[in-house]
């Protein structure tokens, strides 16, 4: 328990220390870029200077919601804000818009005092000239929820719901403190993500079932079912020729203008292999413990028992774990294909829209992952916790 511990808190110093030193050079490299001559600054004061901003807000004031006077026909609401961010705050009376427009009209739940809201700002010269309500802020929500997952987790898992959280954790630090900058700064998101995945299940399973067969096997199965996962979404991702640019993705590269250098196809193989991740680490170590555990009930058992044993296991799991990963991708895309339904399509026209290409691309190449991690982990089980067979000795049957 101790050096899983240690080896939790090096992990997160290491990151400290390389986030820190990288912060200081982009501070060094921001200051020194900011150094210009006397007469580039008096032409860059001539010129207002506009600074936009995504901001936290809360509701002080809330009229009722309004039918607008348009032929748009939508319903929107007066509201005054207090926006207390950082080192602003200050007081705005802005309009809220409750419709969208999707063929049909539908209306968001009004505003009410006391609501706490995102607001896209506008400041020229330093000076707030627009404020406008983009979402909700539903953060100690969000933490509320995530303590009662945690505490559900320890609960009932004791020592080991504490590991799977240390585990849960550093999965987290690594794709948002490691992947996401990566990928930002250029680097290659296919590979990127195989390096983060192949550290992510070293790490877990070391802390979950520590330094046993046990964990090197689910290791090996897990680190398997990935990399074929990752090798069929490049494959027929360019078969398919997904561009990666759906409608999240095209939305995005509206709203900043830095993801123009970004490598979307990359990107969508990427998401493909994080969404695989968690469903093969399942297999792999649930597949891997029962056969720990089959071995020290039957010390005797033999290699080729073993992995029949693992195989015999492997199957019943299969049929329930490919429901969940193909259900969980269909459940995210349950209101495009009704859309696409509604508005005539057949279902061969709708299979070949990319939105729902790389959806059947993601469910499809993770689950054929899944079910390969299971002849792998057993083979791998067999191999490191399986008794030779002796010739001419029958083996102990079970």
């Given amino acids: 328990m101790k050096r899983i511990f240690l080896l939790t808190w090096l992990l997160v110093s290491l990151c400290s220390v390389v986030f ?58 007066d509201l005054r804000i207090f926006i207390n961010d950082h080192d602003i705050k200050t007081t705005y009376n802005t309009t809220a818009s409750l419709t969208y427009y999707i063929d049909t009209t539908n209306y968001a739940k009004p505003y009410k005092v006391g609501d706490k809201v995102f607001v896209y700002t506008t400041f020229q010269d330093n000076q707030l000239v627009s404020a406008e309500v983009v979402y909700r802020n539903s953060t100690s929500y969000i933490i509320l929820l995530f303590f009662i997952f945690v505490l559900t987790v320890v609960l009932i898992g004791g020592v080991k719901g504490i590991k799977s959280i240390i585990g849960l ?21 296919l590979m990127l993500t195989i390096v983060i995945s192949i550290l992510t299940i070293i790490l877990t399973f070391l802390i979950i079932g520590g330094f046993k067969k046990k964990s090197y096997a689910a290791m090996i199965g897990t680190c398997g079912g990935i990399i074929v996962s990752g090798i069929l979404a490049l494959v027929f991702g360019n078969l398919f020729s997904l561009s990666g640019m759906c409608e999240e993705t095209g939305t995005i590269t509206v709203l900043a203008g830095v993801a123009k250098g970004f490598d979307f196809r990359g990107i969508l193989f990427s998401g493909i292999i994080i969404g695989a991740l968690g469903a093969c680490m399942d297999v792999g170590m649930s597949l891997s413990s029962a056969l720990f555990e089959l071995k020290d009930e039957n010390p005797e058992i033999t290699t080729p028992r073993l992995i029949k044993a693992g195989m015999n296991i492997g199957r019943d799991m299969i049929g329930t774990m490919t429901n969940t990963l193909i259900l969980a991708y269909v459940g995210g895309a349950v209101l495009t294909i009704l859309l696409q339904v509604l508005g005539g399509l057949s279902i061969e026209k709708i299979i070949n829209q990319e939105i729902i290409s790389e959806e059947i691309l993601r469910s499809i190449a993770g689950s054929i ?9 057993a083979i791998s089980s067999g191999l490191m916790m399986g008794k030779k067979q002796k010739k001419g000795r029958e083996s102990y049957e079970r």
């Fill in 20 to 77: 820190a030193i990288e912060e200081t050079l982009e501070e060094m490299i921001e200051s020194g870029e900011s150094v210009v001559s006397g007469e580039e600054q008096v032409e860059e004061t001539k010129a207002p200077s506009f600074r936009f901003e995504t901001l936290k807000a809360k509701v002080i004031e809330a009229g009722n919601p309004y039918d607008s006077e348009d032929e748009m026909q939508g319903k929107y609401q």
């Fill in 169 to 189: 954790f550093i999965t987290v630090l690594l794709i948002f403190e490691v992947m996401i900058p990566g990928i930002i700064k250029g680097k290659n998101p």
């Fill in 369 to 377: 992952g899944l079910v390969l991690t299971i002849p792998i982990t």
